[in-house]
């Protein structure tokens, strides 16, 4: 098989998955081509050595003058174009609806050489799909794919409902690398960040508007005015101003630290003790799961997707949006109890490991690629 992969390059969810799924289908003898902007993040993270049937084509940004902004959606089905011409490629993963799918339905049109299958993240729907200036165009690009996929249930029923679709969407979730994500027991790398005594809590996102860092703050806040703790800002984004503005204001601005863009958040996660996630929506919740191979409970918001990762009361908690004292009270619940937090920690890995492990998951998608292909 040889497969064409559309994904974004940040270190955000969507642009995670595809990448690490399409590794993973380059580890089994397929050839996969990655093309975006830049090099993906987690891609410009592998060995050398790892993979010879792995290849990275990039999108120019073309201008020209009678345009005001470059035009993504037509580079990216230009490039797809050369790439199934030059590299045979039969099929397209196109990860997000807007631009990806499109560009890779102008692409199949061009060429009648290929396949779409589009799996959708989230906010390529929650968000820019209901944007009534990309409403139509969202549910055109899942009308014409050959299949389409989402993270979760969720996320499938959202779609289904929000865009009054009729085309069944597959779900399968997302997955992790429980041999990367796993407990770090690096004293002096944790020593870097926190003392002995000290519990580490930590939180992961692009820093938007939905992830609701300052309820992050607000919530270490009260954890840490009852017990010696430390908080990880793991991240950018527009956000992160106003979080460290509350801070500041709530007296805790010296045991936080903003870390940005961390490279390998795994080291991270392997050492702290509560991933803290409060987001208004979140689709699936990846950094959750990462968390969760790491041993690491999780204390989040029921919404979304999240109750599809985090069992409550085994794995983790879920309180209301926006109540922070009951995120802090769950967050003490754990830390004061020893047996409790290391029955939660076991739950947490065991879940990750018999749910999302990528040996269940990629099967899914390599099946999927096939049944499109033999249709």
């Not at 580079?75 to 560009?103: K, M, Q, R």
């Not at 790491?294 to 908690?317: D, K, M, N, Q």
Request: proline share 4%.
């Amino acid at each position: 098989m040889k497969l064409a992969v559309l994904c974004h390059a940040s270190a955000g969810g969507s642009g995670v998955v595809a990448t690490e799924l399409g590794v993973a289908v380059a580890r089994l003898g397929h050839d996969v081509h990655f093309l975006a902007n830049q090099m993906p993040f987690r891609l410009s993270m592998l060995p050398h050595d790892c993979c010879d049937n792995v290849y990275f084509h990039q999108v120019g940004a073309y201008s020209y003058p009678l345009f005001d902004q470059p035009l993504t959606t037509l580079n990216t089905a230009n490039a797809l174009v050369d790439v199934i011409l030059e590299h045979g490629t039969t099929l397209t993963h196109a990860h997000y609806a807007i631009p990806h799918a499109t560009s890779a339905l102008m692409a199949r049109d061009m060429t009648a050489q290929t396949k779409v299958m589009t799996t959708l993240h989230g906010t390529d729907v929650t968000l820019v799909g209901l944007d009534p200036g990309f409403r139509h165009s969202t549910k055109y690009a899942l009308e014409r794919s050959d299949h389409v996929t989402a993270v979760s249930h969720f996320l499938a029923q959202h779609t289904l409902e929000s865009l009054k679709l009729e085309v069944p969407i597959q779900v399968i979730y997302n997955m992790v690398d429980t041999d990367r994500f796993v407990k770090n027991a690096d004293k002096r790398f944790r020593a870097r960040f926190a003392h002995p005594d000290e519990f580490i809590l930590v939180h992961v996102s692009n820093f938007r508007k939905v992830k609701r860092t300052e309820d992050v703050i607000a919530t270490f806040a009260k954890v840490s005015s009852e017990l010696p703790a430390r908080l990880l800002m793991v991240g950018d984004g527009p956000e992160r101003a106003p979080a460290l503005e509350l801070a500041q204001k709530l007296g805790v601005m010296g045991r936080v630290h903003f870390l940005g863009s961390f490279p390998n958040v795994e080291s991270i996660l392997g050492i702290s003790d509560i991933f803290l996630l409060p987001s208004s929506q979140e689709s699936f919740g990846l950094s959750a799961l990462e968390a969760m191979s790491c041993e690491v409970p999780v204390v989040a918001s029921r919404t979304g997707g999240i109750p599809e990762v985090v069992t409550h009361g085994e794995s983790g908690f879920l309180c209301d949006l926006g109540d922070t004292d009951d995120m802090a009270a769950k967050v003490l619940e754990l830390l004061k109890d020893s047996e409790k937090y290391a029955r939660f920690s076991a739950n947490a890995r065991a879940r990750a490991s018999s749910h999302f492990h990528e040996n269940i998951i990629v099967p899914q998608y390599v099946g999927a690629y096939l049944d499109v292909l033999e249709r």
